[in-house]
């Protein structure tokens, strides 16, 4: 059982930056992929970045791709996502998710999902 709790969201103006995190119980979140998801309103949940369980390897959905950076820090059980150059279309929740099998972008494949944090962008 892996338990997420979210921090980080807030109100920002575009061009602005954001760290989301994502904090992680139980010994196992190394064994862990994780992605990060976001969902605005009216609009189903999309995949924005996903992270390898060594942080080795790591994927980005092509709207965030050069803007957003994914990492993680296995000894603090924690994954984060930092955010530059945000653009009003990034405002959602964002929600980090385990994946026991390992780096996708398909919800789904997601064992653990947390609350999720607002982030919402001013033009």
């Known amino acids: 059982q892996v338990q997420l709790v979210e921090s980080g969201g807030g109100l920002v103006q575009a061009g602005g930056s954001l760290r989301l995190s994502c904090a992680a119980s139980?010994?196992?979140?190394?064994?862990?992929?994780m992605g990060w998801f976001r969902q605005a309103p009216g609009k189903e949940r999309e995949f924005v970045s996903a992270?390898?369980?060594?942080?080795?390897?790591?994927y980005y959905a092509d709207s965030v791709k050069g803007r957003f950076t994914i990492s993680r820090d296995n000894a603090k059980n924690t994954v984060y996502l930092q955010m530059n150059s945000l653009k009003p279309e990034d405002t959602a929740v964002y929600y980090c998710?385990?994946?026991?099998?390992?780096?996708?972008?398909?919800?789904?494949?997601?064992?653990?999902w947390g609350q999720g944090t607002q982030v919402t962008v001013s033009s």
């Open positions: 998710a385990a994946n026991a099998g390992g780096g996708s972008s398909y919800s789904r494949s997601y064992d653990y």
């Open positions: 139980g010994r196992t979140f190394s064994s862990y992929a």
């Open positions: 992270i390898n369980w060594s942080g080795g390897i790591t």
